[in-house]
């Protein structure tokens, strides 16, 4: 056992001789310390020693386990230092004053708008819900008192599939599987991602974004639909936005209507942005038609309910003074990663 452990002492100084860098130095500490190491290995041959030489060995054996601990800790040190010292004298140089290059990314601007507004709704206690992009003939346009050779299809040519699906021509896609998922009262915004047989120029895209919401419940009226369209666009704006409605028309509301708000280039005195009306038109609404609420199984007879079809591409287009609506879908970074961070 004596010999034993003077022949570790005498291995442990030889091979520290080589150990010049941190890696060697920990190789050093798992051939001794390490679970099968020297020093480990030593410790089983103590449980065969005769007993009465159990203590001594046992006491010596901790001792060069503390010896060897204590010279590990030294020479690391001293390497630590040499490494640092060869930095700093390499010609190898930093400036830490450099600007670094780290590109954080940013959000789609109709993310930004769409998120604000799902805020400002979701406040008016609005629950917020998802809608499928491929949907059938019946939730796009019969579910929406649109029957088949309505003319009002013609507006909202699209992109059918062999299966007879659709992409979506307007969030209004999702009125009847969330009146039927929530039945009445109900508040519900649902944003999504639009498709038209579109000639594309400035002012029109074939893929869009539109907010649909409604509100149902007893007597709601027009007075509704106009707060909450106010209440909602002064805060997009963070002005006081005035409202207009003309009537329009959508089979699945009656009364229909255009909103337009006042032009927020101009203030509303005209400018070229609003042809100089002073008006702009963003959000087609009005009361949803009884034939809709039936259709969604909520009783016409019972409650009355509001729909609205924000333009959120065009709202983004208003807010950041966008000017052509080819820029969203364009993966130009330059212009998408200039807005603000949420
Ligand atoms: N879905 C209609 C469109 O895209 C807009 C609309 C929505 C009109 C809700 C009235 C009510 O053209």
């Not at 579910?143 to 307007?170: C, E, F, S, V």
């Not at 007893?218 to 666009?233: E, H, P, R, W």
Request: with cysteine; aromatic share 10%; charged share 25%.
């Amino acid at each position: 056992m004596e010999k034993k452990i003077a022949q570790i002492i005498d291995n442990f100084a030889e091979a520290a001789k080589n150990a010049t860098d941190s890696a060697s130095v920990e190789k050093l500490r798992v051939a001794f310390l390490g679970k099968k190491g020297e020093i480990s290995e030593l410790m089983k041959d103590l449980k065969s020693a005769p007993s009465e030489q159990k203590k001594a060995f046992g006491q010596k054996i901790n001792q060069l386990k503390k010896d060897v601990e204590a010279r590990l800790v030294e020479l690391t040190a001293t390497i630590e230092q040499k490494e640092l010292e060869a930095l700093i004298n390499s010609t190898e140089s930093y400036d830490v004053t450099m600007p670094s290059r780290v590109e954080t990314g940013s959000y789609h601007p109709i993310t930004l708008i769409q998120r604000e507004v799902e805020d400002i709704f979701a406040a008016m206690g609005f629950t917020i819900e998802d809608y499928d992009e491929i949907v059938d003939d019946y939730h796009c346009f019969e579910a929406l008192n649109i029957p088949k050779h309505h003319p009002a299809r013609d507006m909202q040519d699209t992109y059918y599939l062999d299966n007879g699906q659709l992409l979506k021509t307007h969030t209004s896609a999702a009125q009847n599987a969330i009146m039927r998922k929530y039945g009445a009262p109900l508040r519900a915004i649902f944003p999504g991602r639009c498709f038209r047989n579109e000639a594309i120029d400035a002012c029109h895209e074939n893929t869009f974004f539109q907010m649909e919401g409604i509100m149902i419940d007893k007597d709601i009226s027009i007075s509704n639909l106009i707060y909450f369209m106010k209440t909602m666009l002064s805060e997009v704006f963070q002005r006081d936005v005035q409202v207009r409605l003309r009537p329009g028309f959508f089979p699945f509301v009656e009364p229909g209507f255009e909103l337009d708000i006042s032009c927020q280039v101009c203030g509303g005195t005209g400018c070229p942005s609003c042809k100089n009306s002073g008006w702009l038109e963003l959000c087609p609404c009005g009361m949803i038609h009884p034939n809709v609420l039936t259709a969604g199984g909520i009783d016409p007879e019972e409650y009355t309910g509001f729909a609205f079809g924000l333009g959120l591409t065009r709202l983004a287009m208003m807010k950041y003074g966008v000017k052509d609506i080819r820029t969203f879908n364009s993966g130009n970074l330059k212009a998408l990663s200039q807005f603000e961070s949420l």
